[in-house]
């Protein structure tokens, strides 16, 4: 659930990479910092082992636009693809307002994929979330590769309800914005009427050109001229108990700034 600051006119909407061990997740997360600006973005957190495969989380808090007079920042978070890491996946989608999830395109990968997607599904109910009601966009990721699982297969198992997909290669940055501002046009529209109440609002069918693209502009990520080298923030921590607390306290330090 987003996380809102009266004080400071902040509102936080966490938005959760899912999918497989190796998927493509982290570089997603990665990309982003590269390309945002400094002044748009926070620290990169993350918890890693040995491997450099993602432990725990990756957790990057980005400045986006406004919702009425409150300030809109999000949250990015990946889980773990490893399997023996379920609890621990449980523990990061709690209070998820949107989700991306990460497909490996490899044709080998597809039993993977599934698999994924149906914990996805059960670790939602956990927090009696119905992954029907919550914001959801897919990238079939590792386009760049040989073969690849048809996009109209990814479609018909994964994708019945026709929701947003991007096709990318996120280790060479294609697609990777594409996916944040598909997810971020999903998720903001539905943290806007639970925070605020009221009825979605609807484009109308005479809707001008314009006006479109206007609405399409409430959100915006600044974006910087050179790639910018990344530096990562390493925690440790003994129990998922403190890692809840933990990301609970960087929101609430994040959204809790005054704007200038």
Excluded: W
Aim: aromatic content about 8%; charged content about 30%.
């Amino acid at each position: 659930m987003a996380f809102i600051n009266y004080t400071t006119k902040n509102l936080a909407i966490k938005i959760i990479y899912y999918g497989p061990g190796l998927s493509g997740k982290t570089t997603n997360i990665r990309h982003v910092y590269k390309m945002l600006d400094s002044s748009s973005r926070g620290d990169l957190i993350c918890l890693e082992t040995d491997t450099e495969r993602t432990f725990f989380f990756d957790l990057l808090p980005i400045k986006a636009g406004q919702i009425s007079d409150f300030e809109i920042h999000f949250q990015l978070m990946t889980v773990p693809g490893q399997v023996f890491y379920e609890a621990s996946r449980r523990s990061v989608l709690k209070g998820a307002d949107g989700i991306v999830f990460v497909a490996d395109s490899q044709v080998p990968l597809l039993d993977a994929n599934l698999e994924s997607f149906d914990g996805l599904r059960k670790n939602l109910l956990q927090h009696n979330v119905d992954l029907n009601s919550i914001p959801l966009v897919f990238q079939y990721n590792k386009r760049d590769l040989d073969n690849l699982i048809p996009v109209e297969t990814f479609n018909n198992l994964l994708n019945p309800r026709k929701l947003p997909y991007i096709e990318s290669s996120a280790i060479n940055g294609v697609g990777v914005v594409e996916t944040l501002k598909e997810i971020s046009k999903q998720t903001v529209p539905v943290v806007k009427e639970n925070i605020f109440g009221g009825k979605r609002e609807e484009p109308k069918k005479e809707e001008k050109k314009e006006e479109k693209q206007a609405r399409d502009e409430e959100i915006e990520f600044v974006t910087r001229d050179r790639i910018s080298p990344i530096q990562f923030v390493k925690m440790k921590f003994k129990s998922q108990e403190d890692i809840e607390k933990e990301i609970e306290k960087l929101t609430r330090e994040f959204t809790g700034k005054s704007k200038h």
